[in-house]
């Protein structure tokens, strides 16, 4: 069939909100959306209700896009462009960033508060099991067509959505036992 293709502009100055339903409902309708950039000097300010970005998460969630896959690679012709060292680089890198995009930080709870007299703010962290298991699957069939490894990027040490990840990847990871997999604890 063909392709069906509408070019949508998010004009929050317009319908004051970035990501109007008539627009959800017209990516709906399409065949692919391609999004650009979002965002500019004008939407700056950090305390502003509306703001590009929401249109973002809007089509994540409307649109159930779960997963960005997010390749990385640097050819050895190019190595000498790179600020990594060679003993890293070798003959060049090839890497496949798995990443869940609907849950976690960016759609839970928020909000400010009072911590005893001082203004304070929070962004509450949540995975449920089928959100991670969805994107370890992922990860693992990527895992299958490429050098059959997986290594897992967390903070175990201090959160509890970390290791509900670990948990659910080594229960995955029994349905792939060819994937070799690593867990990377995260020092920032």
Known sequence: GWLEFRRVLFRSDKFGTPLPEETLEACKKSDSVLLGAVGGP???EPTAKVRPEQALLGLRGGLGLYCNLRPALL????KDA???KDS???DGIDIQVVRELTGGIYFGERGTCDDNGIPAAYDTEKYNEEEVR???KIGFEAAMKRRKKVTSVDKANILESSRLWRRIINEV???YPEVEVTFFLLFI
């Open 134 to 136: 969805r994107i370890a």
């Open 173 to 175: 990871a029994k349905d």
């Open 88 to 90: 890293i680089i070798g």
């Open 42 to 44: 004008k939407w700056d």
């Open 82 to 84: 790179s600020p990594l």
């Open 75 to 78: 050819y050895a012709p190019l």
